[in-house]
Protein backbone atom coordinates (compact mmCIF):
# COMPACT_ATOMS: atom_id res chain seq x y z
CA UNK A 1 0.00 0.00 0.00
CA UNK A 2 2.69 2.10 -0.08
CA UNK A 3 3.06 5.15 2.36
CA UNK A 4 0.22 3.27 4.16
CA UNK A 5 -3.74 2.36 4.45
CA UNK A 6 -5.92 4.95 4.35
CA UNK A 7 -3.77 7.59 1.98
CA UNK A 8 -4.26 8.37 -1.44
CA UNK A 9 -2.47 7.15 -4.55
CA UNK A 10 -1.35 10.62 -6.16
CA UNK A 11 -0.65 10.33 -9.70
CA UNK A 12 0.95 14.35 -10.53
CA UNK A 13 0.86 14.88 -14.25
CA UNK A 14 3.34 14.41 -16.30
CA UNK A 15 5.84 13.90 -13.95
CA UNK A 16 5.15 11.61 -11.05
CA UNK A 17 3.18 8.55 -10.95
CA UNK A 18 3.21 7.08 -7.35
CA UNK A 19 0.43 4.82 -5.37
CA UNK A 20 0.38 5.83 -2.18
CA UNK A 21 -2.92 4.25 -1.52
CA UNK A 22 -5.25 7.29 -0.11
CA UNK A 23 -26.86 18.61 14.97
CA UNK A 24 -29.05 16.88 12.38
CA UNK A 25 -26.03 19.47 13.68
CA UNK A 26 -27.34 22.17 15.28
CA UNK A 27 -30.02 21.13 12.32
CA UNK A 28 -29.29 21.30 8.56
CA UNK A 29 -27.83 24.87 7.30
CA UNK A 30 -29.46 24.73 4.12
CA UNK A 31 -29.00 27.92 1.94
CA UNK A 32 -30.55 28.37 -1.74
CA UNK A 33 -33.79 26.24 -3.56
CA UNK A 34 -32.64 23.18 -5.09
CA UNK A 35 -34.82 21.50 -8.18
CA UNK A 36 -34.33 20.11 -11.03
CA UNK A 37 -33.09 16.65 -12.67
CA UNK A 38 -30.46 15.03 -10.77
CA UNK A 39 -27.71 13.89 -13.02
CA UNK A 40 -28.95 15.16 -16.25
CA UNK A 41 -25.77 16.60 -17.29
CA UNK A 42 -26.82 19.67 -18.45
CA UNK A 43 -28.52 20.53 -14.74
CA UNK A 44 -32.35 22.35 -14.98
CA UNK A 45 -33.54 23.10 -18.85
CA UNK A 46 -32.39 26.79 -18.38
CA UNK A 47 -28.79 25.61 -18.03
CA UNK A 48 -28.61 26.71 -13.91
CA UNK A 49 -27.18 23.72 -11.50
CA UNK A 50 -28.35 22.91 -8.09
CA UNK A 51 -25.03 22.28 -6.00
CA UNK A 52 -25.05 21.15 -2.66
CA UNK A 53 -22.26 21.65 -0.43
CA UNK A 54 -21.51 19.46 2.87
CA UNK A 55 -18.25 20.63 5.06
CA UNK A 56 -17.49 18.72 8.20
CA UNK A 57 -17.52 22.62 10.29
CA UNK A 58 -19.47 25.54 10.20
CA UNK A 59 -19.22 29.06 12.39
CA UNK A 60 -15.69 29.73 13.68
CA UNK A 61 -13.77 26.30 12.02
CA UNK A 62 -11.79 27.06 8.87
CA UNK A 63 -14.75 25.82 6.90
CA UNK A 64 -17.11 28.02 8.36
CA UNK A 65 -15.40 31.15 8.05
CA UNK A 66 -13.10 30.71 4.64
CA UNK A 67 -14.29 27.65 2.60
CA UNK A 68 -17.98 28.38 2.94
CA UNK A 69 -17.56 31.68 1.22
CA UNK A 70 -15.27 31.49 -0.90
CA UNK A 71 -17.10 28.42 -2.46
CA UNK A 72 -20.15 29.96 -2.59
CA UNK A 73 -19.16 33.20 -4.32
CA UNK A 74 -16.82 31.02 -6.85
CA UNK A 75 -19.77 29.22 -7.76
CA UNK A 76 -21.85 32.76 -8.13
CA UNK A 77 -19.07 34.28 -10.29
CA UNK A 78 -18.89 30.64 -12.49
CA UNK A 79 -23.00 30.08 -13.00
CA UNK A 80 -24.30 33.52 -12.06
CA UNK A 81 -27.71 32.44 -12.73
CA UNK A 82 -27.57 29.37 -10.66
CA UNK A 83 -29.51 28.95 -7.13
CA UNK A 84 -27.47 29.97 -4.69
CA UNK A 85 -25.54 26.65 -3.37
CA UNK A 86 -26.93 24.53 -0.73
CA UNK A 87 -24.86 24.41 2.42
CA UNK A 88 -24.99 21.75 5.41
CA UNK A 89 -22.17 21.39 8.12
CA UNK A 90 -21.71 19.00 10.74
CA UNK A 91 -18.51 17.22 12.67
CA UNK A 92 -21.30 14.07 12.88
CA UNK A 93 -20.73 11.51 10.46
CA UNK A 94 -23.97 10.05 11.05
CA UNK A 95 -25.90 13.30 10.83
CA UNK A 96 -23.50 14.34 7.43
CA UNK A 97 -25.08 11.13 5.53
CA UNK A 98 -28.90 12.25 6.60
CA UNK A 99 -27.70 15.80 5.02
CA UNK A 100 -26.52 13.54 1.93
CA UNK A 101 -29.49 12.06 1.74
CA UNK A 102 -31.46 14.71 2.05
CA UNK A 103 -29.71 16.44 -0.94
CA UNK A 104 -30.11 13.44 -3.16
CA UNK A 105 -34.01 13.71 -2.42
CA UNK A 106 -34.06 17.03 -3.54
CA UNK A 107 -31.62 16.49 -6.62
CA UNK A 108 -29.05 18.63 -6.84
CA UNK A 109 -27.14 18.24 -9.81
CA UNK A 110 -23.54 18.07 -8.13
CA UNK A 111 -21.96 17.34 -4.09
CA UNK A 112 -18.71 18.92 -2.74
CA UNK A 113 -17.82 17.02 -0.17
CA UNK A 114 -15.76 17.16 2.78
CA UNK A 115 -16.71 13.92 4.47
CA UNK A 116 -16.50 13.61 8.62
CA UNK A 117 -15.41 10.17 8.14
CA UNK A 118 -14.39 9.34 4.65
CA UNK A 119 -14.90 5.38 5.13
CA UNK A 120 -18.46 5.44 6.91
CA UNK A 121 -19.48 8.09 3.88
CA UNK A 122 -18.97 5.77 1.40
CA UNK A 123 -22.84 4.30 1.08
CA UNK A 124 -23.99 7.50 0.99
CA UNK A 125 -21.49 8.48 -2.46
CA UNK A 126 -22.15 5.38 -3.63
CA UNK A 127 -25.95 6.37 -3.41
CA UNK A 128 -25.31 10.13 -5.06
CA UNK A 129 -23.54 7.78 -8.07
CA UNK A 130 -26.61 5.54 -8.13
CA UNK A 131 -28.64 8.74 -8.23
CA UNK A 132 -26.61 10.05 -10.97
CA UNK A 133 -24.87 13.04 -9.18
CA UNK A 134 -21.10 13.79 -9.32
CA UNK A 135 -19.49 14.05 -6.11
CA UNK A 136 -16.37 16.54 -5.35
CA UNK A 137 -13.99 15.40 -2.90
CA UNK A 138 -13.23 18.63 -0.73
CA UNK A 139 -9.68 18.59 1.18
CA UNK A 140 -10.38 15.10 2.44
CA UNK A 141 -10.65 12.35 0.17
CA UNK A 142 -14.18 10.09 0.34
CA UNK A 143 -14.74 6.62 -0.42
CA UNK A 144 -16.81 5.49 -3.29
CA UNK A 145 -17.18 6.79 -6.96
CA UNK A 146 -15.62 10.30 -6.50
CA UNK A 147 -15.01 11.94 -9.74
CA UNK A 148 -12.62 14.76 -8.90
CA UNK A 149 -10.52 15.91 -5.45
CA UNK A 150 -9.35 18.87 -4.45
CA UNK A 151 -7.23 18.95 -1.76
CA UNK A 152 -3.62 20.43 -0.06
CA UNK A 153 -0.51 18.33 -0.91
CA UNK A 154 -0.71 17.03 2.52
CA UNK A 155 3.33 15.44 2.55
CA UNK A 156 4.16 18.31 1.88
CA UNK A 157 2.08 19.68 5.38
CA UNK A 158 3.46 17.62 6.94
CA UNK A 159 7.06 18.02 6.02
CA UNK A 160 7.13 21.61 6.42
CA UNK A 161 5.92 21.09 10.51
CA UNK A 162 9.06 18.55 10.85
CA UNK A 163 11.08 20.89 9.61
CA UNK A 164 9.76 23.85 12.15
CA UNK A 165 9.92 21.69 14.36
CA UNK A 166 13.36 20.44 14.08
CA UNK A 167 14.55 24.18 13.11
CA UNK A 168 13.05 25.32 16.58
CA UNK A 169 14.32 23.17 18.99
CA UNK A 170 17.92 23.79 16.94
CA UNK A 171 18.04 19.49 16.84
CA UNK A 172 21.22 19.32 14.79
CA UNK A 173 22.71 18.04 17.92
CA UNK A 174 19.86 14.90 17.95
CA UNK A 175 17.78 13.29 20.56
CA UNK A 176 15.41 15.98 21.61
CA UNK A 177 11.95 14.09 23.09
CA UNK A 178 8.71 15.25 21.13
CA UNK A 179 5.33 14.45 21.68
CA UNK A 180 3.66 13.92 18.24
CA UNK A 181 -0.34 14.61 18.09
CA UNK A 182 -1.91 13.64 15.01
CA UNK A 183 -5.46 13.70 13.19
CA UNK A 184 -7.92 11.14 13.97
CA UNK A 185 -7.44 7.52 11.78
CA UNK A 186 -10.75 8.17 10.37
CA UNK A 187 -9.48 10.96 8.32
CA UNK A 188 -7.10 9.88 5.05
CA UNK A 189 -5.26 13.29 5.43
CA UNK A 190 -3.71 12.74 9.00
CA UNK A 191 -2.12 9.82 7.85
CA UNK A 192 -0.85 11.63 5.04
CA UNK A 193 0.57 14.80 7.83
CA UNK A 194 1.99 12.20 9.87
CA UNK A 195 3.71 10.37 7.64
CA UNK A 196 5.19 13.67 5.46
CA UNK A 197 6.61 14.49 9.48
CA UNK A 198 8.59 11.51 10.04
CA UNK A 199 10.17 11.54 6.45
CA UNK A 200 11.60 14.48 8.58
CA UNK A 201 11.84 14.21 11.84
CA UNK A 202 12.67 10.21 11.98
CA UNK A 203 15.94 9.45 13.12
CA UNK A 204 16.77 12.76 14.44
CA UNK A 205 14.62 12.79 17.89
CA UNK A 206 12.90 10.64 20.19
CA UNK A 207 8.83 10.45 19.73
CA UNK A 208 8.17 10.21 23.42
CA UNK A 209 4.58 9.77 22.52
CA UNK A 210 2.58 9.32 19.77
CA UNK A 211 -1.33 10.23 19.50
CA UNK A 212 -3.78 9.60 16.93
CA UNK A 213 -6.50 12.19 18.11
CA UNK A 214 -10.01 10.55 18.22
CA UNK A 215 -12.42 13.01 16.12
CA UNK A 216 -9.70 15.98 16.08
CA UNK A 217 -11.45 16.92 18.77
CA UNK A 218 -9.09 19.37 21.22
CA UNK A 219 -10.79 17.95 24.49
CA UNK A 220 -9.34 14.48 23.64
CA UNK A 221 -5.94 15.96 22.26
CA UNK A 222 -5.72 18.01 26.04
CA UNK A 223 -6.36 14.31 27.86
CA UNK A 224 -3.76 13.19 25.58
CA UNK A 225 -1.09 15.66 26.23
CA UNK A 226 -1.79 15.43 29.73
CA UNK A 227 -1.11 12.34 29.90
CA UNK A 228 2.28 12.60 27.82
CA UNK A 229 3.47 14.73 30.29
CA UNK A 230 2.37 12.55 33.28
CA UNK A 231 4.58 9.97 31.55
CA UNK A 232 7.76 11.69 30.18
CA UNK A 233 7.76 14.62 33.03
CA UNK A 234 6.60 18.06 33.06
CA UNK A 235 10.33 19.10 31.63
CA UNK A 236 11.30 16.31 29.62
CA UNK A 237 9.28 17.52 26.39
CA UNK A 238 11.39 19.35 23.77
CA UNK A 239 8.97 19.60 21.35
CA UNK A 240 5.39 18.39 20.16
CA UNK A 241 4.31 18.29 16.23
CA UNK A 242 0.26 18.66 16.44
CA UNK A 243 -1.42 18.28 13.64
CA UNK A 244 -3.47 21.28 13.39
CA UNK A 245 -4.19 24.59 15.38
CA UNK A 246 -7.29 23.26 17.38
CA UNK A 247 -5.27 20.41 18.82
CA UNK A 248 -2.36 22.86 19.23
CA UNK A 249 -4.29 24.87 21.56
CA UNK A 250 -5.21 22.06 23.70
CA UNK A 251 -1.64 21.62 23.90
CA UNK A 252 -0.93 24.62 25.23
CA UNK A 253 -3.91 24.65 27.69
CA UNK A 254 -2.49 21.25 28.84
CA UNK A 255 1.06 22.22 29.39
CA UNK A 256 -0.16 25.56 30.80
CA UNK A 257 -2.31 23.39 33.37
CA UNK A 258 1.02 21.52 34.11
CA UNK A 259 2.90 24.48 35.08
CA UNK A 260 5.57 23.98 32.01
CA UNK A 261 7.54 26.80 31.69
CA UNK A 262 9.17 27.50 29.09
CA UNK A 263 6.65 26.02 26.69
CA UNK A 264 8.50 23.86 23.78
CA UNK A 265 8.15 24.67 20.12
CA UNK A 266 4.56 23.64 19.18
CA UNK A 267 3.42 22.93 15.04
CA UNK A 268 0.12 23.79 13.83
CA UNK A 269 -2.14 23.33 10.42
CA UNK A 270 -4.47 26.23 9.44
CA UNK A 271 -3.96 29.41 10.22
CA UNK A 272 -6.62 29.78 12.72
CA UNK A 273 -6.79 33.21 13.98
CA UNK A 274 -6.51 31.80 17.66
CA UNK A 275 -3.12 29.59 16.59
CA UNK A 276 -1.61 32.83 14.61
CA UNK A 277 -2.33 34.95 17.96
CA UNK A 278 -0.55 32.11 19.73
CA UNK A 279 2.40 32.41 17.68
CA UNK A 280 2.57 36.47 18.20
CA UNK A 281 2.40 35.06 21.63
CA UNK A 282 5.23 32.94 21.39
CA UNK A 283 2.99 30.09 22.94
CA UNK A 284 3.09 28.31 19.53
CA UNK A 285 5.69 28.37 17.04
CA UNK A 286 4.45 27.87 13.68
CA UNK A 287 1.16 26.85 11.14
CA UNK A 288 0.73 25.88 8.26
CA UNK A 289 -1.12 28.33 5.87
CA UNK A 290 -3.36 26.81 2.96
CA UNK A 291 -4.72 29.72 1.20
CA UNK A 292 -8.45 28.50 0.80
CA UNK A 293 -9.00 30.55 -2.47
CA UNK A 294 -7.61 28.59 -5.01
CA UNK A 295 -9.11 25.26 -3.34
CA UNK A 296 -12.82 26.89 -3.42
CA UNK A 297 -11.79 27.90 -6.74
CA UNK A 298 -10.92 24.78 -8.15
CA UNK A 299 -13.97 22.74 -6.30
CA UNK A 300 -16.29 24.98 -7.56
CA UNK A 301 -15.18 24.63 -10.66
CA UNK A 302 -14.98 20.98 -11.19
CA UNK A 303 -18.88 20.75 -9.67
CA UNK A 304 -19.62 23.30 -12.60
CA UNK A 305 -18.23 21.52 -15.45
CA UNK A 306 -18.99 18.07 -14.04
CA UNK A 307 -22.57 19.57 -13.51
CA UNK A 308 -22.65 20.33 -17.36
CA UNK A 309 -21.18 17.03 -18.50
CA UNK A 310 -18.14 18.39 -19.06
CA UNK A 311 -14.62 16.69 -18.72
CA UNK A 312 -12.29 17.70 -15.59
CA UNK A 313 -9.08 17.17 -18.14
CA UNK A 314 -8.32 20.94 -17.73
CA UNK A 315 -8.65 21.61 -14.46
CA UNK A 316 -6.99 18.54 -12.61
CA UNK A 317 -3.38 18.64 -12.46
CA UNK A 318 -2.76 14.88 -11.81
CA UNK A 319 -5.07 11.99 -10.05
CA UNK A 320 -5.39 9.77 -7.22
CA UNK A 321 -6.72 6.53 -6.18
CA UNK A 322 -8.99 5.81 -3.17
CA UNK A 323 -9.86 2.34 -2.12
CA UNK A 324 -12.47 2.22 -4.74
CA UNK A 325 -12.29 4.09 -7.72
CA UNK A 326 -8.92 4.82 -9.48
CA UNK A 327 -7.40 7.80 -11.41
CA UNK A 328 -9.86 10.32 -9.67
CA UNK A 329 -8.77 13.88 -11.40
CA UNK A 330 -7.63 15.89 -8.59
CA UNK A 331 -5.82 19.04 -7.76
CA UNK A 332 -3.61 19.04 -5.03
CA UNK A 333 -2.14 22.49 -3.93
CA UNK A 334 0.86 23.88 -2.07
CA UNK A 335 0.85 25.08 1.67
CA UNK A 336 2.79 27.44 3.55
CA UNK A 337 4.75 28.01 6.37
CA UNK A 338 3.70 30.93 8.78
CA UNK A 339 6.30 31.50 11.67
CA UNK A 340 6.01 35.05 13.85
CA UNK A 341 8.16 36.53 10.94
CA UNK A 342 6.35 36.34 7.77
CA UNK A 343 2.94 36.81 9.09
CA UNK A 344 2.56 40.15 7.54
CA UNK A 345 3.79 38.92 4.36
CA UNK A 346 1.33 35.66 3.99
CA UNK A 347 -1.55 36.03 6.28
CA UNK A 348 -1.99 40.09 6.07
CA UNK A 349 -0.78 40.52 2.94
CA UNK A 350 -3.23 38.21 1.58
CA UNK A 351 -6.00 39.27 3.24
CA UNK A 352 -6.80 36.28 5.10
CA UNK A 353 -6.41 39.07 8.89
CA UNK A 354 -6.10 42.38 9.14
CA UNK A 355 -3.70 43.40 11.50
CA UNK A 356 -6.28 44.68 14.10
CA UNK A 357 -7.78 40.79 14.40
CA UNK A 358 -4.24 39.89 15.03
CA UNK A 359 -2.99 42.55 17.44
CA UNK A 360 -5.47 43.09 20.45
CA UNK A 361 -5.05 44.83 22.96
CA UNK A 362 -3.42 42.55 25.28
CA UNK A 363 -1.16 41.15 22.39
CA UNK A 364 -0.17 44.95 20.76
CA UNK A 365 3.52 44.45 22.70
CA UNK A 366 3.86 41.44 21.46
CA UNK A 367 2.48 42.77 18.17
CA UNK A 368 5.62 45.80 18.39
CA UNK A 369 8.35 43.39 18.69
CA UNK A 370 7.12 40.96 15.68
CA UNK A 371 7.11 44.20 13.66
CA UNK A 372 3.33 43.73 13.13
CA UNK A 373 2.12 47.16 14.51
Known amino acids: ?146 SGYVTFDGATVGRLQGEALLTAMNAAARGERIVMMNGATTDPNAGWFKRGALSVIDGKVQIGKSYDTVGWRPENAFANMTNAIAALGAGEIDGVLAANDSLAGAVVAALNAAEVRPLPPITGQDADLAGVRRIVRGDQYMTVYKPFEPAAGAAAKMAVALGRGETLDSIATGTVDNATTEDIPAVLLPSVPVTVGNIKDTLVKDGMYTIDQICTPELRSACDKAGLT
Do not use: N, W
Open 1 to 146: MGLGAGLPAVKRMPLIRASVAVAVAAGLVLAGACGGSAGSGDGHGDGSLAVGVLLPGGGASRFGQFDKPLIEQRLKALCPDCPAPTFAATSDPAVQRQQIESMITRQVDVLILAAVDPQLLRPSVEAAHRAGIPVVAYDRLAQGPI
